[in-house]
């Protein structure tokens, strides 16, 4: 009677502990983006905290409040009015790009009338070339419509992106100032020794700086030497070229080749052949090389992860939870492959007992 009484008793508890926890959460719901920003950058931010904590000789709320400062001065003041010009090259694109590539094109088209053979080629083509170059335009003009209205969107979306953004920034600071107290409360909630609690969490955090340096910071860096050879090249609208580059990265296959070749192949048939060729050869050399050196560092030595394991965890993170999926989906891959060696050294461990009794 005393035991169906302590098992009634613990059910009700489960039951009242699981519907509380549920209710948490739902209260946070509209703030689970914000919390897991602040989060990802108290992990990647947490060691320059740590020195400037110990520069500040242990004091905690200083520190915190310190590297607040520093990342809007140096980080989203920047990234502010990166996306200005952004913005700016956009609209100035939309502007010019469509009348004077089919203007160019037609030039072209012209200059091939007078030769022998592709002038007769041309007149049998001309009524197609007409409609494809009808529907091309039409095509064009609407994706380039869609992405000025997305820039449209995000500049009436300010005030809630900055809003999100102090959210955002008010639960970093105290993620940083309780960072230890955190970190041991999770180890508290994982089942297992505390070598393993250590090596679990050791793993996730290998995992998630693996793929932010073979993704992001690859993406990064692609991104910026792309936009240096544009700019350089006199390539219009550099910027956007540039972060699109940086977009591409994330694609498996072409990758940054699916900006910059159609780009270096403009430059050839429309601006200049040395250029475009210039283009080609630089990209191809830089940009694309990138790529093959940092990602399989990061990823494949360091995390000793299959590309394909961080890939559809990068790809499923991103249509599951947008741009926060990039580290989302390495987090939950983490924790996965983590899930996975508990489980493993359970069977060693119970195949050791096996054995002994035997």
């Not at 990234?79 to 010019?96: G, H, K, N």
């Not at 070598?195 to 860096?221: D, N, W």
Request: net charge positive; aromatic share 16%; glycine share 6%.
């Amino acid at each position: 009677m005393q035991v169906q009484n302590s098992k009634f008793a613990f059910t009700i508890i489960a039951v009242l502990s699981l519907l509380v926890i549920g209710l948490f959460l739902y209260l946070l719901k509209p703030f689970w983006t914000v919390i897991a920003w602040a989060g990802i950058l108290a992990f990647f931010f947490y060691p320059l905290y740590r020195r400037i904590k110990s520069v500040l000789k242990g004091k905690a709320e200083l520190s915190a409040l310190t590297l607040i400062i520093l990342m809007i001065l140096f980080v989203f003041v920047p990234l502010f009015f990166v996306s200005l010009q952004l913005i700016y090259q956009v609209e100035d694109f939309l502007a010019t790009f469509d009348q004077a590539f089919f203007q160019k094109l037609q030039a072209q088209a012209s200059a091939l009338k007078s030769h022998p053979f592709w002038g007769k080629l041309y007149q049998e083509m001309s009524p197609y070339l007409e409609n494809l170059q009808a529907k091309l335009n039409e095509q064009l003009s609407n994706i380039l419509q869609s992405t000025f209205n997305l820039f449209k969107n995000f500049l009436q979306a300010t005030f809630g992106i900055i809003f999100k953004m102090v959210l955002t920034l008010f639960t970093f600071y105290y993620f940083l100032v309780d960072g230890e107290r955190i970190v041991a409360l999770v180890q508290k909630l994982i089942p297992g020794s505390e070598e393993k609690k250590e090596e679990i969490l050791a793993r996730i955090s290998l995992i998630l700086k693996a793929v932010f340096y073979g993704t992001l910071l690859t993406a990064l860096v692609q991104g910026v030497i792309a936009t240096i050879i544009y700019l350089i090249l006199g390539v219009p609208g550099y910027l956007l070229w540039g972060v699109l580059t940086a977009v591409a990265s994330f694609i498996p296959f072409p990758g940054t080749a699916l900006i910059w070749v159609p780009l270096g192949v403009y430059l050839l048939l429309f601006e200049s052949l040395l250029k475009g060729i210039i283009l080609l050869v630089a990209c191809a050399l830089t940009v694309a090389q990138v790529d093959n050196i940092l990602k399989p560092f990061f990823i494949g030595g360091r995390a000793k992860l299959h590309n394909l394991l961080v890939f559809f965890s990068v790809l499923g993170g991103l249509i599951a939870f947008n741009f926060l999926g990039l580290f989302l989906g390495p987090l939950i891959l983490g924790l996965f492959l983590s899930v996975i060696e508990i489980y493993q050294s359970f069977l060693h461990v119970q195949d050791k007992t096996e054995d002994k009794t035997e």
